[in-house]
């Protein structure tokens, strides 16, 4: 529903209000002149009535069209009344409502019961005519509204629905591609376009220095680990070195290669976190799982792990190619390292779900804690505990559901995309 | 091979100077880009090692250059941002080959060698150690004139071996060469314990030596008898 829809809608819904208790009001006013009208119509009648008594003293009840006169036996005080009746309408052969005078007259010293009733303009007259009025000015200015409504949001929204394409075209991995606003004389849209300008320039600027952080945080790392790699490389080929020396080398440089992969690895869960990885296209997703199943042939061979997997054909999403494949790496990864010799690897790619399965040792941390950085089962010391997290982290990124389940000896993770 | 690293980190450029020049080959070390160019417009170089982040600028502006100027130019870029886009960026502007930092010098050594032997004319397709002959572009190994009968890996492997020879390699740089980033699973090191038994095993089933020698607690080495 679109603001001026909605906005149209309630003014229909207040002016029909509106209209209505308009009618009620129209019809009381006329009401009240008709009436009044009526009331001097009917006392002019009674002066005629008057002087008509004067001349013909009526010594009988008079009956007349809409007239009545009974002569009175005792004097009475004079005094005149109105009020509503109900008379038989001749030719449409129904009740219609009048307005009737009753007055006691004296005339020559004598007093005389009259009554006269008459209408010039019926009460249901005049229901109808407010009513039919109502419903015609209330036709017209639904019309009226809905023209004004389609007009006003092509004509003066077209600046609001200018600023609303470029905000779509809107990336914040593009600082250099400015944002050009459509220009509007109307002071709310200038407000806001400035706003937005000023906005988008700072999320611009914040990013790229979170960005420029992230990225020299992680150089400035690598940096001097890559010294210290070498260093060990060449202390290691050296000459004179005996087996103990080369072995606590060789343990050195093991260590040094878990802190550059670490630093990687939270590198890149700040690069997720960053939004960096936004070039979403349509991924053969049995496709790929299959290529990347290629990738560990050999080491499930080498670990007699015998693996089954069900792909069904043809499942697409679209997401990020390399976060895809880094999700089904480290899958498989976490599947592989925490299995047995001669364990299970089971996959199974349905559409909307995606399944593995490997056997492996009780956890002995809390299943629930399982994706947060760092949390391992110490049987893997190797492992830096991040491979989950990441894996985490893209799942929340596309809203993937993901949910891990163990059952005798039997660890589940599954993927609802 | 003659190689100009690029890099501005002198320590680490000494390091790998000092690397190559073991082997015989000739490695200069340009601490800035204005350092490269002239030395590049000074003398003929095989190889260019080229980080990414220098004091007077980004290695990028250099491809560009050696795209123009020296196209023959083999380049190397080893760079601590591990930027994807980099990756893709550089191998674009014309670089062969794209090594993260850190790095194992065995496997720049390597990289390096392939892409000098991609650069010549003459390609020199077939390394020789002792008895053992490997032709890089059959992908075969023949041991006294018998053909070894090698899985991939296991050709990659005596490729690393021989393009390293008389260097130690740990088995964390021969895992790492053979499965790259795949491998971080713990038992790595038994498979390349299980392909080196194999190598092995083939080599002297077609009569030639076993020249692999075992470094206890460290890694592998092949050297002459």
């Known amino acids: ?340 010799e001669n364990g299970e690897l089971n996959m199974k790619l349905t559409p909307g779900e995606l399944t593995i399965e490997n056997t492996g040792a009780q956890l002995d941390i809390d299943p629930n804690s399982l994706f947060e950085r760092f949390k391992k089962s110490n049987q893997s010391n190797r492992s830096m505990g991040l491979g989950l997290a990441i894996v985490k982290k893209i799942c929340d990124l596309y809203s993937y559901d993901i949910s891990y389940l163990q059952s005798n000896k039997m660890h589940t993770l599954r993927i609802k995309f | 091979m003659k190689l100009l690293l690029v890099e501005d980190q002198a320590e680490f450029a000494n390091n790998i100077k000092d690397y190559f020049s073991k082997e015989g080959d000739v490695c200069e070390v340009a601490l800035t880009l204005a350092k490269a160019q002239e030395k590049l417009y000074s003398f003929d170089y095989d190889v260019l090692l080229l980080d990414l982040m220098l004091p007077d600028g980004d290695g990028f502006s250099l491809l560009h250059t050696i795209k123009d100027k020296w196209p023959d130019l083999g380049v190397l870029i080893i760079s601590a941002k591990n930027a994807l886009t980099d990756r893709i960026e550089g191998l674009n502007l014309g670089a062969d080959d794209y090594l993260p930092k850190p790095f194992h010098l065995a496997e720049l050594n390597a990289r390096a060698k392939a892409i000098y032997r991609r650069r010549l004319q003459n390609g020199i397709n077939v390394l020789a150690f002792e008895e053992i002959e490997l032709n890089v572009d059959s992908q075969e190994v023949m041991v006294k004139e018998t053909l070894l009968d090698l899985t991939r890996k296991e050709f990659e492997l005596i490729h690393y071996f021989i393009v390293n020879q008389n260097r130690l390699l740990t088995k964390q740089a021969i895992a790492e060469h053979l499965w790259g980033d795949y491998m971080d699973t713990a038992d790595s090191f038994d498979f390349v314990y299980q392909h080196i038994k194999n190598l092995r095993r083939k080599i002297m089933a077609a009569g030639g030596n076993d020249y692999i020698k075992t470094i206890y607690g460290a890694g592998y080495k092949l050297k002459k008898i």
């Open chain 1, 1 to 340: 529903m679109n603001l001026l829809f909605r906005i149209s809608l309630l003014f229909v819904g207040a002016s029909f209000l509106v209209f209505l208790v308009g009618g009620v009001i129209s019809y009381q006013v006329m009401k009240r002149e008709v009436d009044s009208e009526q009331q001097r119509f009917l006392l002019e009648r009674l002066d005629r009535i008057d002087n008509m008594i004067k001349k013909r003293k009526p010594r009988d009840s008079v009956k007349h069209h809409q007239l009545l006169i009974v002569p009175l036996q005792s004097k009475q005080q004079e005094s005149i009344s109105f009020s509503d009746t109900v008379v038989m309408h001749a030719q449409l052969n129904r009740l219609e409502p009048h307005l009737k005078l009753t007055a006691i007259k004296n005339v020559n010293n004598k007093s005389y019961y009259v009554s006269i009733y008459g209408v010039i303009v019926e009460t249901d007259d005049i229901v109808d005519a407010v009513t039919e009025s109502m419903i015609k000015i209330y036709l017209i200015l639904l019309v009226v509204i809905i023209l004004i409504g389609s007009v006003a949001s092509y004509y003066i929204l077209r600046p609001f629905r200018e600023t609303l394409v470029v905000i779509k075209n809107f990336s914040i991995k593009e600082p250099k591609k400015e944002l050009i606003f459509p220009k509007s004389n109307v002071k709310e849209f200038k407000k806001l376009n400035s706003f937005l300008e000023e906005m988008t320039e700072k999320v611009h600027h914040d990013y790229s220095l979170l960005k420029e952080f992230s990225e020299n945080a992680s150089h400035e790392l690598q940096t001097p680990i890559a010294i210290i790699q070498s260093k060990l490389e060449v202390l290691m080929d050296g000459q004179n070195l005996t087996e103990e020396q080369i072995s606590q080398i060789s343990q050195t440089q093991n260590a040094v290669r878990r802190l550059s992969n670490l630093s990687n690895s939270l590198g890149l869960l700040t690069k997720i976190d960053n939004q960096e990885f936004s070039n979403p296209e349509d991924i053969d997703l049995s496709a790929t799982i299959r290529a990347v199943m290629e990738e560990f042939i050999e080491l499930i061979q080498l670990k007699s792990i015998s693996l089954t997997s069900q792909i069904d054909e043809n499942i697409h999403i679209k997401a990020d190619r390399v976060l895809i494949e880094l999700l089904l790496t480290n899958l498989i990864n976490n599947a592989m390292r925490h299995n047995w």
